[in-house]
């Protein structure tokens, strides 16, 4: 079956970087995109992203540019997101997704919760 | 790229049906037939329940169904049960930025 398994938490300080993996298996990973959204506490969904694996294309959300970078490794069938700059507020779970045409995913990660604090 | 209108929450009683609306603009929910709705327990990843505005993917309950018109896309489920007490999200596919979700809204069966 589908499945997205994600790398564990992670606590940075302000200023750091982190690079979070997600691991896929039970598709062919070269024909599917992997988006990445996250969830700051309490909070709603953020869509940050998406990397084509095949043609490892990217499209970063606005508020990201310059900051994140999406990539993927089709060797080991994993996608891998890194956040630059790590203020406090990117506190959130970040989830990994198998994405479907413009707007669907259909299967998730189970999060990997980034925790930025001094 | 503001997040689309969704109510904070909604309740129903088992066996009754509710609507959650989810509003944007003609540059995303209006714009494009593709809206997406997803279902998320307390601590665990979201779970895709419509597509495209009205498709249930395989598995899904065929108590959800989803709706548009105009700029406002609906999530209904029918005959209300416990198990769906959760946070309800939509999605839509937005010129500007591709893919913006709604502010989320808490479904309480009573």
């Known amino acids: 079956q589908v499945q997205l398994v994600q790398s564990g938490a992670e606590a940075k300080k302000p200023g750091a970087s982190v690079k979070v993996s997600c691991k896929a298996s039970?598709?062919?990973?070269?024909?599917?995109?992997v988006a990445w959204v996250r969830q700051a506490p309490g909070q709603g969904l953020e869509w940050m992203g998406c990397?084509?694996?095949?043609?490892?294309?990217?499209n970063y959300a606005h508020y990201l540019q310059g900051r994140v970078t999406m990539s993927t490794d089709t060797s080991t069938r994993t996608a891998y997101m890194e956040l630059r700059g790590l203020r406090s507020d990117d506190t959130a779970i970040y989830y990994c997704?198998?994405?479907?045409?413009?707007?669907?995913?259909?299967?998730w990660g189970q999060g990997t919760l980034v925790t930025v604090s001094s | 790229q503001s997040a689309l209108t969704q109510a904070a929450s909604v309740s129903g009683s088992p066996g009754q049906s509710i609507t959650i609306s989810c509003t944007g603009t003609?540059?995303?929910?209006?714009?494009?037939?593709?809206v997406s709705w997803y279902q998320q327990h307390p601590g665990k990843a979201p779970n895709l329940i419509i597509s495209?505005?009205?498709n249930r993917p395989s598995g899904v309950s065929v108590r959800f169904s989803g709706s548009k018109s105009g700029n406002t896309a609906s999530l209904t489920i029918s005959e209300l049960q416990a198990e769906d007490e959760a946070y309800y999200y939509c999605?839509?596919?937005?010129?500007?930025?591709?893919?913006?979700f709604g502010g989320g809204t808490k479904l309480t069966v009573l």
């Open positions: 997704a198998r994405q479907w045409g413009l707007n669907m995913f259909d299967s």
């Open positions: 039970g598709f062919i990973f070269a024909t599917f995109a």
């Open positions: 990397v084509s694996t095949d043609n490892r294309k990217t």
């Open positions: 003609s540059s995303d929910v209006g714009g494009y037939d593709s």
């Open positions: 495209d505005v009205s």
């Open positions: 999605s839509s596919y937005t010129r500007s930025t591709s893919v913006v």
